[in-house]
């Protein structure tokens, strides 16, 4: 089998309220962009992926269309090994693609892409609801939402300002008390000593981990940090490949990982990152960038099949106006159902493909 064809179209979905406008320190936003692959092949099957591209500079999806096709066509799409070690591609685009090529992986074989991982040991994969910066009102009222939603995880974003954040945790608590596990991320906004002291006040509100609060090099620095705080750390911007996740294994910088396919480059890279932290005894979450449904796929099919992503993984897939596959995803008492059919189990509806395009 070979490919004959590629294509890659940028998309751009609305979210809803009270998701929208999703707020971190960085920027504000009430859409997702993604990048939507279609890799063909002689034998008629069809590949479908996704890569995160929100906020990119210079963003064009016929540039990446045309490399992609100039480097894919003519590979062996079923050689997913040699597609990593060869692929010289940017790394969400690599990521897209190689999505793309488990998805005809599974529909060649007849099976869903949970199972060619090793199969499926969790069929409903738990999901944390992921919102941006409120303040301590309005941080209550999305906590009592979410409990009503059936979520039993809450993310939120953070780092604008340290008061901000506490009082965000705060209204959270005493709007839900525990009935959220709670996790904040400040996205590196913080130096070391503005964390330490961050951490010291989080103390008191039982989170689940505070993720990357302080950049994500040198790892010397999140190592310090677990050793000053009784506040869990995770890092996800630390993590961009397995050789990564040994770094900070080795150096004890990190109780929780966050890969995800777009940093990481796809579900392989993923797949790999969690047999290195089952055998740590580390858990995983897979990160969430606004996806849509190919990546939401993907994060499934990992999830279900891997043993250290036993927490909920990040989303806010409840929060999209639309999605661009046929079917789209239900969560149901904070899971997600994982697809049973073949590849990633999902399709990709033509006529929302065409009407959230973006000429770029």
Same mark, same amino acid.
């Given at each position: 089998?070979?490919?004959?064809?590629?294509?890659?179209?940028?998309?751009?979905?609305?979210? =809803?309220?009270?998701?929208?406008?999703?707020?971190?320190?960085?920027?504000?936003?009430?859409?997702?962009?993604?990048?939507?692959?279609?890799?063909?092949t002689d034998a008629g099957l069809i590949g479908w992926?996704?890569?995160?591209?929100?906020?990119?500079?210079?963003?064009?999806?016929?540039?990446?269309?045309?490399?992609?096709?100039?480097?894919?066509?003519?590979?062996?799409?079923?050689?997913?090994?040699?597609?990593?070690?060869?692929?010289?591609?940017?790394?969400?685009?690599?990521?897209?693609?190689?999505?793309?090529?488990?998805?005809?992986?599974?529909?060649?074989?007849?099976?869903?892409?949970?199972?060619?991982?090793?199969?499926?040991?969790?069929?409903?994969?738990?999901?944390?609801?992921?919102?941006?910066?409120?303040?301590?009102?309005?941080?209550?009222?999305?906590?009592?939402?979410?409990?009503?939603?059936?979520?039993?995880?809450?993310?939120?974003?953070?780092?604008?300002?340290?008061?901000?954040?506490?009082?965000?945790?705060?209204?959270?608590?005493?709007?839900?008390?525990?009935?959220?596990?709670?996790?904040?991320?400040?996205?590196? #906004?913080?130096?070391?000593?503005? #964390?330490?002291?961050?951490c010291r006040q989080l103390e008191q509100y039982n989170?689940?981990?505070?993720?990357?609060?302080?950049?994500?090099?040198?790892?010397?620095?999140?190592?310090?940090?677990?050793?000053? =705080?009784?506040?869990?750390? #995770?890092?996800?911007?630390?993590?961009?490949?397995?050789?990564?996740?040994?770094?900070?294994?080795?150096?004890?910088?990190?109780?929780?990982?966050?890969?995800?396919?777009?940093?990481?480059?796809?579900?392989?890279?993923?797949?790999?990152?969690?047999?290195?932290?089952?055998?740590?005894?580390?858990?995983?979450?897979?990160?969430?960038?606004?996806?849509l449904g190919p990546k939401t796929a993907a994060m499934?099919?990992?999830?279900?099949?891997?043993?250290?992503?036993?927490?909920?993984?990040? =989303?806010?897939?409840?929060?999209?106006?639309?999605?661009?596959? =046929?079917?789209?995803?239900?969560?149901?008492?904070?899971?997600?159902?994982?697809?049973?059919?073949?590849?990633?189990?999902?399709?990709?509806?033509?006529?929302?493909?065409?009407?959230?395009?973006?000429?770029?």
């Amino acid at each position: 089998m070979r490919v004959t064809d590629v294509s890659v179209t940028i998309v751009e979905v609305p979210q =809803t309220a009270p998701l929208a406008p999703y707020r971190s320190h960085i920027r504000s936003s009430s859409t997702t962009q993604s990048g939507i692959v279609r890799v063909e092949t002689d034998a008629g099957l069809i590949g479908w992926g996704e890569h995160n591209v929100n906020f990119l500079p210079n963003l064009s999806g016929r540039r990446s269309e045309q490399q992609a096709r100039e480097w894919l066509i003519g590979c062996d799409p079923q050689n997913i090994a040699a597609f990593h070690r060869d692929c010289p591609l940017e790394t969400r685009l690599k990521s897209g693609i190689e999505l793309a090529l488990w998805d005809i992986c599974g529909k060649a074989a007849g099976l869903p892409v949970s199972v060619l991982l090793g199969g499926v040991i969790r069929p409903h994969v738990e999901v944390a609801a992921c919102m941006g910066i409120q303040n301590y009102e309005r941080a209550g009222e999305f906590a009592r939402w979410y409990v009503e939603m059936g979520f039993g995880t809450l993310k939120t974003k953070a780092g604008a300002d340290m008061h901000e954040d506490l009082e965000m945790v705060r209204g959270i608590r005493d709007a839900v008390g525990d009935r959220l596990k709670l996790r904040i991320d400040p996205n590196r #906004a913080y130096l070391p000593q503005q #964390a330490a002291e961050l951490c010291r006040q989080l103390e008191q509100y039982n989170l689940q981990y505070l993720e990357q609060p302080i950049p994500a090099e040198p790892l010397s620095d999140a190592t310090k940090l677990r050793r000053e =705080t009784r506040v869990p750390i #995770a890092l996800n911007e630390s993590v961009t490949d397995p050789a990564s996740v040994m770094a900070i294994l080795r150096e004890e910088a990190a109780e929780f990982i966050l890969p995800d396919t777009h940093i990481a480059g796809g579900i392989l890279p993923c797949v790999k990152i969690g047999h290195v932290c089952e055998a740590a005894e580390v858990p995983c979450i897979m990160h969430c960038g606004h996806d849509l449904g190919p990546k939401t796929a993907a994060m499934l099919h990992v999830a279900a099949s891997g043993p250290a992503y036993s927490l909920a993984n990040d =989303t806010t897939y409840y929060g999209l106006e639309d999605d661009i596959i =046929t079917e789209p995803f239900q969560i149901q008492s904070g899971t997600i159902a994982v697809p049973t059919k073949s590849g990633l189990g999902i399709e990709v509806d033509p006529e929302k493909l065409r009407k959230y395009r973006v000429d770029c």
